[in-house]
């Protein structure tokens, strides 16, 4: 169920404070996040964020595309390593032999 409008979107109160620090530093250092589920907004277009996505932390760095989505959405938790290679048991095989 997506989230009421009237309520607006969802963003760590923390999260906002880092980003408005992170425009004033010339540094630029990345901001490391647990904060998955907080939404992305115009003002964080530029930013350079590291998602934790529960084993280590994803580095990100905000688009104009990603605005509404969600933090979480860039850093994947699962890895797919791909198919058994069960599959090439069902090709029969062919001998050609004359």
Avoid: C
């Avoid at 969600?70 to 797919?80: C, I, V």
């Amino acid at each position: 169920m997506a989230r009421a409008v009237w309520k607006g979107p969802f963003v760590e109160e923390s999260l906002m404070k880092k980003v408005d620090k992170y425009k004033d530093d010339p540094k630029k250092k990345p901001i490391r996040t647990w904060s998955r589920k907080s939404t992305i907004l115009p003002d964080f277009v530029g930013v350079s964020f590291q998602i934790y996505n529960g084993k280590k932390f994803i580095p990100i760095t905000v688009s104009e595309d990603m605005v509404g989505h969600k933090l979480g959405e860039f850093a994947p938790t699962r890895t797919f390593f791909g198919h058994t290679p069960a599959d090439k048991k069902a090709k029969p095989e062919t001998t050609d032999k004359k």
